[in-house]
């Protein structure tokens, strides 16, 4: 695919346009809200149902998030979410959902875990993009403010068609 020389359909997407573009969906959505975004960052939050279906086996009777959950949370927002916006600051907006954001590489660490019914916000701030590729700083808190987990985490867009 190529990249559009006129710039008249290129405009960053809102909030809602980038949740309704994300490809993930029930029950491996794990952004419920963008709080904002901008060229810089993003802040999104998810909260965990206490029906979700990774709690019946993790931990019976004492579940908590297991770390890949939490470490999906922070890429849906950092990278993907993320992502979207950044590419809808380059391309027409009609060639944005020929795109797919695949997860690359993370280094992650966890503080506290998190608990079925909690609410946590996720902060990216980007470190790079460049030729489809971002690699952001990801930091994720309860409620309470508390840093459960932070990360450096990079993904790439990769068009459509090459999946086939």
């Known amino acids: 695919m190529s990249r559009s020389n006129s710039n008249a359909n290129i405009k ?51 579940p908590v998030t297991p770390g890949v959950i939490l470490l999906e949370t922070m890429a849906q927002t950092g990278v993907v979410a993320f992502g979207l916006y950044l590419l809808s600051l380059q391309l027409d907006s009609s060639q944005l959902d020929q795109w797919l954001t695949l997860f690359s590489d993370a280094e992650v660490e966890f503080s506290r875990t998190v608990l079925p019914g909690e609410t946590v916000t996720i902060t990216a701030k980007k470190v790079f993009w460049r030729r489809m590729k971002l690699k952001a ?23 459509k068609e090459q999946q086939k």
Do not use: W
């Open 12 to 62: 960053p997407l809102s909030s809602d346009e980038v949740l309704k573009l994300i490809p993930q969906q029930a029950p491996f959505r794990f952004i419920d809200e963008i709080i904002s975004m901008d060229e810089a960052h993003i802040v999104g939050q998810y909260t965990f149902k206490e029906d979700e279906s990774f709690y019946a086996g993790h931990f019976p009777g004492q």
């Open 137 to 159: 700083q990801v930091e994720m808190h309860n409620a309470k403010g508390e840093l459960v987990s932070r990360c450096v985490i990079s993904g790439m867009g990769v068009a």
